[in-house]
């Protein structure tokens, strides 16, 4: 093993040497810009563009004209949200999850500011939506609904088949933040009823500053305002020189987690129920945040109350873990998403999540759990001492 062990694959993963190989040729012999369309370089780099392309639209079951390659899913969530607002002025009114991503939460308060009324529909003690209280906040006044696919924190599986149903039933456009889900869950734009879809390169094994949105454009298109304004890339969507290598980094990324998915959710899931058994068996009063059924494969988030945090991370530095979100990790406040789920404040200040992925191993989570166990129990009796 190679410490410090790593379990914070929802942070960012580490780029599959398969994904390397694919990219490496469009640093150096394939470097072409995809927009020259005059000579082989261009031409090259626009036909690997498109493959990949095509890569990314069958791990969602989209048409190929309906990706739009960004450079993460924080700008897929922005041009999402923003741009659809900015085509349409006919209604004023956004649905979303305190849960969700800031990059969401953020998007969302902006409207807001620009005279947009936000509701947040209520979430459950579980972490699912309330669907009920989703139906009643959804009126015809309705532009869009934006609940995340899978929790980036505490990996909260939302039912996406009935939100899309009942957004289409309204004519409300339907965005899902699926950054987490992608590649680790089937998803099926067609199935769901989903308009729009944020994907992050390096949530799935491919590498940093690459992303992609899914837009609907059979049935009801969806029509949105672009972001930037340049030379027309993305068929206008996105004017910038496309990153060649990462977007073949993505399609190749994609294409794995396709033929993968089944047998690695399957053994992910295995090595996170048996931490997840030996945490519940070596240690009383944690909590487990969020619904156990309708999870991610690869996540678990636990509370340790009567412990700092700060001090249970710094006495685990042979072990890669976080307390939530990357992007709010330098910020000493509870966790949102956890606070949401209406537990005590110990428990909102003590998650610790556990993000598995494709190359912990059977040792590692032994070591792992043993790890926890010992320093919890130890941490626990140097406070009763103290206080003592």
């Not at 957004?167 to 308009?195: N, W, Y």
């Not at 068929?235 to 399609?251: A, M, W, Y």
């Not at 899931?269 to 009383?284: E, V």
Request: net charge neutral; with cysteine.
């Amino acid at each position: 093993m190679k410490f410090p062990l790593y379990f914070d694959y929802h942070a960012t993963t580490p780029v599959d040497p398969r994904v390397l190989q694919a990219m490496l040729p469009y640093f150096t012999e394939n470097f072409g810009n995809p927009a020259s369309r005059n000579h082989k370089f261009g031409w090259t780099a626009a036909t690997a563009v498109e493959n990949a392309r095509k890569q990314v639209a069958k791990v969602i079951n989209a048409s190929v004209k309906e990706i739009v390659f960004t450079s993460s899913a924080s700008e897929s969530n922005n041009l999402a949200i923003k741009g659809l607002a900015q085509s349409r002025r006919d209604r004023k009114h956004v649905v979303t999850m305190a849960t969700e991503h800031k990059s969401v939460l953020n998007s969302a308060k902006r409207l807001a500011e620009e005279g947009f009324k936000v509701t947040f529909a209520r979430v459950q003690p579980d972490g699912l939506v309330d669907l009920e209280d989703l139906r009643r906040v959804v009126t015809e006044k309705t532009l869009l609904v934006s609940i995340m696919a899978a929790n980036n924190e505490i990996g909260v599986l939302q039912p996406l088949g009935e939100i899309g149903r009942i957004c289409r039933e309204r004519g409300v456009v339907f965005h899902t933040d699926a950054s987490q889900a992608t590649g680790k869950i089937p998803l099926d734009v067609e199935a769901m009823q989903i308009d729009l879809l944020s994907i992050a390169g390096h949530k799935m094994y491919a590498p940093k500053g690459v992303g992609a949105l899914y837009l609907r454009r059979r049935g009801n298109p969806v029509e949105l305002t672009p972001a930037m304004d340049g030379g027309g890339h993305e068929e206008g969507l996105r004017s910038s020189t496309l990153n060649v290598p990462g977007i073949v980094g993505l399609g190749r990324a994609c294409e794995i987690c396709r033929q993968e998915m089944p047998e690695e959710s399957m053994r992910l899931a295995g090595l996170r129920d048996k931490l997840k058994d030996g945490l519940l068996a070596g240690l009383d009063g944690i909590h487990l945040n969020g619904s156990l059924e309708h999870r991610l494969p690869n996540n678990l988030n636990f509370s340790f109350p009567g412990i700092e945090l700060a001090t249970l991370l710094a006495a685990l530095n042979d072990l890669a873990l976080s307390s939530g979100s990357a992007c709010t990790s330098g910020i000493p406040e509870p966790s949102y998403v956890v606070q949401a789920l209406g537990v005590s404040d110990e428990i909102a200040n003590t998650p610790l999540r556990f993000g598995l992925g494709r190359f912990n191993t059977e040792e590692e989570i032994d070591f792992c759990l043993n790890r926890v166990v010992e320093t919890v129990k130890k941490l626990r009796e140097m406070g009763s001492t103290a206080a003592a």
